[in-house]
């Protein structure tokens, strides 16, 4: 039985707001105070927490306040400045005020249940979005971020891990960013969208069309390991009809999430031998399931990922490709590999900055004192 489910944007089954944005005095014991920093995921760090009076809890967090100030059981707060992506679900017994740093996420409990929006919020699939966004999103509460918007060279520094530097918010520019590593290419309100190049910190690299700061179009991506991709990408992996050049063998047909899913053929090359062997029909998740394969003993029909039969008794008679024309296919596509990476090139403080001897802070040093 399969279900189906309606996609909604946040906005509408939330309402969002944030903590105080006046000045709150400090008391040595009262009424916890919490900033982006106490907010851990799925708990409260009290180690180094601030305090205010009752009467101050009252009068801002309190049942007579209308706004979302006021906290309710279900409510999911989120660090957006400083400490930013934790969140925390808010509990019946729960007392405590909080500042502009913790945004509030109240959810139409008839519509999403509190529990669902909290493990959403936290999962890893929402985290690599809000790292992407985290340029957009702070620029939106520039107020309180503590921004700088320098126009003498269109820059837009940012703190917390990320720094942009261009044209805003349309054109080229560079990001960096301590996570995700640096992006160079076109830009719309500081995040990838056209032609870009991506070099991640783990030596993956891409070429090619963004779309809202992911991989979408085509594109051409380089692994560490030496593997790689050309053809269509979709929400930051190889997706559509690609090419894959592996170690000893190469893939052409259809991806999805990254890895062969759909109909293909993976040709194989076994240079101990100098022979050439051929995997064709349905791949699942990076494996072959379905069709015709060969090796030293012949070609095998196989479904359901079933090699168990004795690779002595295949059937040799049957030649669906011969080995002078699997070695030219081979060899054909192994001259369209790309050679050398097509993307932009680093500068010196760009390869520093992948390596981990310098982070987005730092560049912003050097750039004071240049």
Not at 34 to 55: A, C, F, M, R
Not at 56 to 69: A, H, M, P, T, W
Request: net charge positive.
């Amino acid at each position: 039985m399969s279900c189906k489910y309606n996609e909604v944007k946040l906005g509408d089954v939330c309402i969002f707001g944030d903590g105080a944005h006046t000045k709150v005095n400090r008391v040595e014991n009262g009424i916890p105070y919490l900033t982006s920093k106490n907010i851990k995921n799925g708990y409260i760090d009290l180690q180094n927490v601030d305090y205010i009076t009752n009467e101050d809890y009252i009068k801002l967090f309190g049942e007579s306040q209308k706004s979302v100030r006021h906290l309710q059981e279900g409510d999911v707060l989120i660090g957006i400045i400083g400490t930013f992506g934790n969140c925390y679900l808010y509990k019946d017994n729960d007392k405590f005020g909080i500042s502009s740093s913790i945004a509030i996420a109240r959810p139409n409990k008839d519509l999403v249940n509190p529990k669902f929006l909290y493990y959403y919020l936290s999962s890893d699939r929402f985290k690599k979005y809000t790292d992407m966004y985290k340029l957009f999103i702070f620029s939106l509460v520039s107020l309180y971020a503590n921004f700088s918007f320098g126009a003498v060279c269109d820059t837009v520094i940012v703190g917390n891990g990320i720094r942009y530097e261009g044209q805003y918010p349309c054109g080229e520019g560079v990001l960096y960013s301590d996570s995700l590593g640096i992006y160079i290419g076109h830009f719309e309100r500081g995040i990838p969208n056209g032609v870009c190049t991506h070099y991640k910190k783990n030596g993956h690299r891409y070429y090619g069309e963004f779309k809202d700061g992911e991989y979408s179009g085509r594109g051409i991506q380089f692994w560490k390991s030496g593997v790689v991709c050309v053809g269509d990408f979709k929400n930051g992996h190889c997706f559509g009809t690609d090419t894959i050049w592996y170690k000893k063998s190469i893939y052409v047909g259809v991806c999805v999430k990254g890895q062969p899913n759909g109909d293909g053929i993976l040709y194989i090359h076994k240079a101990s031998g100098r022979k050439y062997y051929f995997m064709e029909g349905l791949f699942v998740d990076g494996k072959f399931a379905s069709g015709l394969y060969s090796n030293s003993y012949g070609v095998f029909s196989t479904t359901g990922g079933n090699f168990t039969a004795d690779y002595r008794k295949g059937n040799s008679d049957i030649e669906i490709y011969s080995q002078l024309e699997l070695r030219y296919r081979y060899e054909f596509l192994k001259t369209l590999k790309p050679k050398k990476f097509p993307g932009a090139n680093l500068t010196e403080e760009q390869r520093l900055f992948l390596d981990g001897k310098l982070n987005s802070e730092q560049i912003l040093s050097i750039r004071k004192s240049q």
